[in-house]
């Protein structure tokens, strides 16, 4: 009789230094607790993170495939083979929900292939919770990861999102570097058209979470100091009524 194989639980991590069950449901702690085989970014990472969740979970058991910018794509679909085994799997990001920007997307995909059930599992998420909270159109919006680095690229592809928002009526978001988050203000408001809505999501989910939407106009007159805090960024040409 063939074996029925495991699950694939994408399982959520905080975004900060905040007690885990503050921001995730139980539901969480149980399937920690009876998983032992994860994919994860970095393997101290996810132990330290296991330990705030299911502090009594025997750790000598866990056993850990590696998926980062070194791992070789031909790699990856042997990770999934406890799965095959019958075995449940967890699958981790460094922060937030695996999956979602984040190099966990091609471990689903295989296991999409191999025919292994994939269970996502709620958690915080920086970029639903900042859209969620930015009051920007969030039935219409992008995703847009890292912009260039380079200033005059970077300059080039914030007008052309502003377009885009312009055009289609879609919310653009993005991240940066926490170290240049004050850098990328800066070049926004001197970018970005006078009455183009800026949305800036800051710490989200933790004790020092900061959030506010306001006019690029607005945001000259009132500076933050954003300088190593993980953020994210929303702006929209307007608002779209309903």
Known sequence: MP????????IPVTLGDVDPLEVMPISIKRVIESVDHYVVENEKTARRSIKMIAPDKQQSI???SLINKYTEPSEIPAFLDPCLE????????EAGVPG???PGADVVAIAHEKGIRVIPMVGPSSILMAMMASG????????????????KERKHKIIELEQRSRQEQQAQSFIETPYRNNKMIEVLVSSLHPDTLLCIACDI???TE??????????????VDLHKRPAMFVIQHKVVSF
């Open 3 to 10: 074996t029925q194989k495991g699950h694939l639980y994408l």
């Open 62 to 64: 866990l056993e850990f």
């Open 86 to 93: 019958g075995k449940p799997m967890g699958l981790m990001s």
């Open 100 to 102: 979602i920007a984040d």
């Open 136 to 151: 920007l159109n969030g039935q219409n919006f992008a995703f847009n990861g890292y912009l260039p680095i380079d200033a």
């Open 205 to 207: 989910s933790l004790p």
């Open 210 to 223: 900061f959030i506010k939407t306001q006019s690029i106009s607005q945001w000259k007159k009132n500076a």
